[in-house]
């Protein structure tokens, strides 16, 4: 996944893994490790890791665009990213409040909106 990659930060070090929240490549140097993920040198991404959780994931922006959308219109908030602009293939990522997951998945269902996710860890 990350062989071809080089570190965002170092361009003649390759990357060892990308960030959790952003996606990010980072070499051993700037890779920040908690909790059993990696972050990048951008402090609230490991801070946001304790605070939001990771809701879903879908194909393209334009599928996350429709559920923030959708989501904000009914009062919940997130916070996505697209790893995809670092070269990796990860997918787009939203991440909600613990308080928000609940509601924010009910809507989904309510919308019909699942269809358009890839993953949706609290609907197993």
Not at 7 to 10: A, D, L, V
Not at 33 to 42: P, Y
Not at 59 to 71: D, G, S
């Given at each position: 996944?990350?062989?071809h990659?080089m570190?965002?930060?170092?361009s003649?070090m390759?990357?060892v893994?990308?960030c959790?929240?952003?996606?990010k490549?980072v070499?051993g140097?700037?890779a920040i490790?908690?909790?059993?993920?990696?972050?990048?040198?951008?402090l609230?991404?490991?801070?946001?890791?304790l605070?939001?959780?990771?809701l879903?994931?879908t194909?393209?922006?334009?599928?996350?665009?429709?559920?923030?959308?959708?989501?904000e219109?009914?009062?919940?908030s997130g916070?996505w990213?697209?790893?995809?602009?670092?070269?990796?293939?990860?997918?787009?990522?939203?991440?909600?409040?613990p308080?928000d997951?609940?509601?924010a998945?009910?809507?989904l269902?309510e919308?019909?909106?699942?269809?358009?996710t890839?993953?949706?860890i609290?609907?197993?």
């Open positions: 996944m990350l062989e990659l570190c965002e930060n170092h003649e390759k990357a893994a990308a959790y929240i952003c996606g490549p070499c140097d700037c490790s908690q909790e059993g993920k990696t972050f990048c040198d951008d609230s991404h490991s801070t946001m890791n605070e939001y959780e990771n879903l994931t194909p393209t922006e334009f599928e996350m665009a429709l559920i923030v959308k959708n989501l219109a009914n009062g919940v916070k990213f697209n790893p995809m602009q670092y070269g990796t293939k990860e997918y787009p990522r939203l991440f909600v409040l308080k997951v609940h509601r998945t009910d809507l269902k919308l019909d909106l699942l269809d358009f890839l993953l949706n609290h609907d197993k």
